[in-house]
């Protein structure tokens, strides 16, 4: 297995890794996918195939560029629903509960909420669609998102890679790593799309966004000036 990724090149794992910040953090399938695992076994990839810095640091910018594209569509998703979306009756992730959890957590932080999100696997998925239905500063929302890529995808990767690297001498170890870690990215992957299907599967349930709440990104005082 190991051979395989070396023989696959850099170019693969740029594409994998692309499509699947991309989806993660602008689609409801991002949901069930495994990013954070994805982004360091791309690291320690890398690093067993004795692929130079230029090419790590290379992904590291087109997943960032990826995870700020990603966090765009969902904001637009979210802005073209409005304050009106769709969730899953019993859904595990895409249900009434979390859609106001994060709203929640949106209007209590803010800017703040975008930069934390990217850390907390489901909620960086769904935060960009609240924030667009909620109305959040689209320059306050762009900034904190632009922020959270930069810390989110490459910071994972490089630990991947840089990691790795330190263990050169015992390449043994970091063979049996990486199809450790290549074997649980597949699994997950599957068990992900399995779970997406059959949530996507679940009835339709409107939710509504309080709109008599103050958007993300906003204040009180704010908004007593725009409403004397």
């Known amino acids: 297995m190991t051979g395989i990724l070396q ?32 982004l360091l076994t791309a690291g320690v990839a890398l690093a ?3 692929q130079h810095a230029p090419v790590v640091w290379g992904l590291a910018a087109t997943a960032m560029v990826a995870a700020i ?30 859609l106001h959890r994060v709203k929640k957590l949106m209007d209590r932080h803010g800017f703040l909420s975008v930069l934390v999100a990217r850390w907390v696997p489901w909620v960086r998925t769904l ?14 929302y762009t ?6 890529s930069v810390l989110w995808a ?8 840089y990691g790795s690297s330190a263990l050169g001498e015992f390449k ?3 063979d049996i790593v990486l199809v450790v870690m290549v074997v649980a990215l597949l699994l997950g992957t599957i068990v992900g799309v399995i779970g997406y299907r059959r949530e996507m599967a679940r009835p339709d349930e409107q939710v509504e966004l309080d709109p008599h709440e103050d958007p993300p990104g906003s204040s009180r005082h704010d908004r007593h000036l725009a409403h004397p």
């Open 154 to 161: 490459p910071c994972l990767l490089l630990v991947g890679y």
């Open 143 to 148: 900034i904190a998102s632009v922020i959270g």
């Open 69 to 98: 594209t990603g966090n765009h569509i969902g904001y637009r998703i979210g802005a073209t629903m409005g304050d009106r979306m769709l969730a899953k009756k019993g859904g595990r992730y895409f249900n009434a509960e979390n």
């Open 127 to 140: 935060c960009p669609m609240v924030a667009g239905a909620a109305a959040m500063d689209k320059r306050k």
């Open 7 to 38: 023989d696959a090149g850099p170019v693969l794992i740029y594409l994998i890794v692309a499509g699947f910040v991309l989806a993660e953090c602008g689609f409801i399938i991002g949901l069930f996918l495994p990013g954070d695992s994805l």
């Open 172 to 174: 043994w170890i970091l």
């Open 48 to 50: 067993t195939s004795s």
